[in-house]
């Protein structure tokens, strides 16, 4: 704890005003709360904060069949989209399951105060989230299979990054986007938005932060 707060501190006295994209990165800069009004397509990350204690009103345990993990748990839609994506890919014999999915803020607290302790702040904040920023908090993330790298090359996530979209999810943090999300390519974290969506973040290879228009790096034109 004691060395977090010491990274903390100098982190913040001592970093330059920084690009915008340099701030989603690293930092928490311009923070907001998160829009729950937008439901499913709700968007948090580094700028966009949940109130403390959030919770969804109806999660639900994934299918049985479907689950390895502890953190079991996901909004009604996501969970019923989840099961109908996992038995149709078993039917391509691609085995997928759920690793992680909701977390409350408290269990995220201890995750990124763990991986301070381990790598420092500047290194977690590349692939941990603070209490109140993690998707995993909105019960509409799922942590699938493997979280490690190597995933990314396995037949599961060529699936996934193939035919999630046809059952509302999105590969949320792709390669080279960090600039964008905020986090490391994370092949193994989808996240459900609804078919509609998912198919134009497919379509035209945005991430959600570009969907809502929120990019700071403007080459591409979000639908909203
Ligand atoms: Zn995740």
Known sequence: MKLFFL???????????????????DGYAEMAEADTSLGILILVNKHHKLAEGYRPHDLVPVDDRYNRGIMN???????????????????????????????????????????????????ADRFSARPGHSEHQTGLTVDLNSTHTSFGKTPEAAWLRQHAH??????????????????????????????EAATYIYNNKLTLEEYHGTSQKQTRHPAR
């Open 73 to 123: 748990l996901l909004r009604s839609e996501a969970a019923a989209a989840f099961a109908q994506m996992c038995s149709t890919a078993e039917k391509d014999s691609i085995i997928l399951w759920n690793h992680s999915a909701y977390r409350s803020d408290t269990v995220q607290r201890q995750l990124y105060e763990n991986a301070v302790e381990r790598r420092g702040v500047q290194r």
């Open 7 to 25: 990274c903390f501190f100098i982190q913040f006295f001592f970093s330059s005003p920084g690009s915008i994209t340099q701030n989603l990165r």
């Open 166 to 195: 046809l059952f509302g999810f999105i590969e949320r943090y792709p390669r080279h986007q960090e600039d964008i999300t905020g986090y490391e390519y994370e092949p193994w974290h989808y996240r459900y938005v609804g078919i």
